[in-house]
């Protein structure tokens, strides 16, 4: 990819629209950029944002949620773009917008510095071959199907976002914040990137992966509303006795009843399901430069050290040292 024909002080992203898109992906990621070039920021004018708006058609098109967006151009007469992100939603798999859309990126890709994607936004890169042999990601629901469709693309389940060469692959809606502000972190520094993150009032560097979002939702939206205070109960508790009698005590049930339900609900035990939730935390924590093994063993609940370097790396393939050097904050979204 050669570099994008824009000028020294300003870098234009361009975000594709669609009739029946996620409306956070889109909006996510630009208001980040609007907010680190907003006039009312205290962030260096350096290399402010221009946001456009690509739509397929010149037609106002409509989110999900009922949001009306007026495209500022379209794929026939776009221009040059400093960076290009693709949002998600299930309108962009009809009407055969993710082949328009795939076309388009190809033939823009040599002149775009970067490209990424937000949640199934992927749909509208991967077609092209671009992400080819590449480590991306997107939303958990859909990673089984991305990974089956396209079998070349190296699927992480797991990660808020993925940089690989010039292109990104977000998780997720939300994750799109995270992408966004990482972009502002390579062009503005990190400080650019703090201020605005707090100007949002969201977290700069989000830790940990979307299992320790999806499973814990899981276990609450499928469970009554008793199951539900559990669930959020001990993923609060990690380091408290999370044993199957203490859980049934909390939940107002027998031990033998708490243990069927939960196994009717998930297909796993709850002492399968408790180290998975503190394995999912040890790995946020382990993220984090100054973490310790064994102070993260012990936060999360483990009895000793041993018995966590023994289940991280059943679960993981890799022991808690060696995923901390290998992906410790220093290295997120590299």
Not at 84 to 95: S, T, V
Not at 103 to 120: D, E, K, L, M, Y
């Amino acid at each position: 990819m050669g570099p994008a024909n824009t000028t020294m002080n300003s870098r234009r992203i361009g975000i594709v629209g669609f009739d029946n898109l996620t409306a956070l992906d889109l909006v996510g990621p630009a208001d980040v950029f609007a907010t680190a070039a907003g006039p009312y920021s205290s962030i260096s004018k350096e290399m402010p944002y221009e946001v456009i708006v690509i739509g397929i058609t010149g037609r106002p098109f409509t989110s999900d949620a009922g949001l009306v967006f007026k495209p500022a151009c379209t794929l026939a007469n776009a221009p040059a773009l400093d960076t290009l992100i693709i949002p998600g939603g299930h309108g962009l798999r009809e009407h055969g917008n993710d082949a328009k859309v795939a076309a388009w990126v190809a033939s823009r890709a040599p002149r775009t510095r970067r490209i990424a994607s937000v949640c199934t936004g992927i749909y509208g890169i991967a077609p092209t071959g671009l992400l080819d042999g590449r480590r991306v990601t997107t939303h958990w629901k859909f990673t089984d199907d991305v990974a089956r469709r396209f079998p070349k693309l190296r699927v992480d389940p797991d990660a808020i976002f993925v940089k690989d060469g010039p292109f990104y692959t977000a998780a997720g809606v939300t994750a799109g914040i995270d992408l966004a502000l990482s972009l502002v972190e390579e062009d503005m520094g990190s400080q650019a990137s703090l201020a605005t993150a707090r100007l949002l009032v969201v977290y700069m560097k989000r830790m940990g992966g979307q299992e320790q979002f999806s499973e814990p939702l899981r276990f609450q939206t499928q469970s009554s509303d008793r199951f539900s205070d559990v669930a959020a109960w001990m993923a609060g508790h990690l380091h408290h006795d999370l044993s199957v009698e203490v859980l049934a005590q909390r939940a107002c049930v027998c031990p033998r009843h708490f243990t069927r339900r939960f196994k009717e609900a998930f297909g796993s035990t709850p002492a399968a399901f408790v180290e998975g939730l503190r394995l999912a935390e040890a790995r946020r924590q382990l993220s984090a430069d100054n973490a310790t093994v064994e102070g993260v063993a012990e936060s999360v609940g483990f009895r000793s050290s041993d018995s966590f370097r023994r289940a991280f790396e059943r679960r993981f393939g890799i022991t808690p040292s060696g995923y901390r050097g290998r992906f410790s904050l220093q290295r997120t979204g590299s």
